[in-house]
């Protein structure tokens, strides 16, 4: 099992930066790939970006030159952190960031949501035109 928890959320202006954290704990979540995803009102969830536990990175064409996915490979459990960084964001950016861990660990990332087990609650990011 591993459990997430996002931070980071918040408004911002068009243009601006952010950058979320996934706080991850359980068991040894340094050895699982990570995914941010994000769901705006009345759309799907989309896929954003992933890290891979070796920190091969996947990233969204919608996002590519902006955003920067990272982690925190700590063998403590307490400090196993992913992180999102999201430079010159746009109004379309707006949307509920939600990280998840694949669901068997050794993983390399996936695009796809339903190769995700584990998921965080979500946190609001709203870009201001």
């Known amino acids: 099992q591993v459990q997430l928890v996002e931070f980071g959320g918040g408004l911002v202006q068009a243009g601006g930066s952010l950058r979320l954290s996934c706080a991850a704990s359980?068991?040894?979540?340094?050895?699982?790939?990570v995914g941010w995803f994000r769901q705006a009102p009345g759309k799907e969830r989309t896929f954003v970006a992933a890290i891979s536990w070796t920190g091969g990175t996947l990233y969204a064409d919608s996002v590519k030159g902006r955003f920067t996915i990272s982690r925190d490979n700590s063998r403590d459990n307490a400090k196993n952190t992913v992180y999102l960084q999201m430079n010159s964001l746009k109004p379309d950016d707006t949307a509920v960031y939600y990280c998840?861990?694949?669901?068997?660990?050794w993983g390399l990332g996936s695009l796809q949501k339903n190769d995700y087990n584990y998921w965080g609650q979500g946190t609001q990011v709203t870009v201001s035109s």
């Open positions: 998840a861990a694949e669901k068997s660990p």
């Open positions: 359980g068991r040894t979540p340094s050895d699982y790939a």
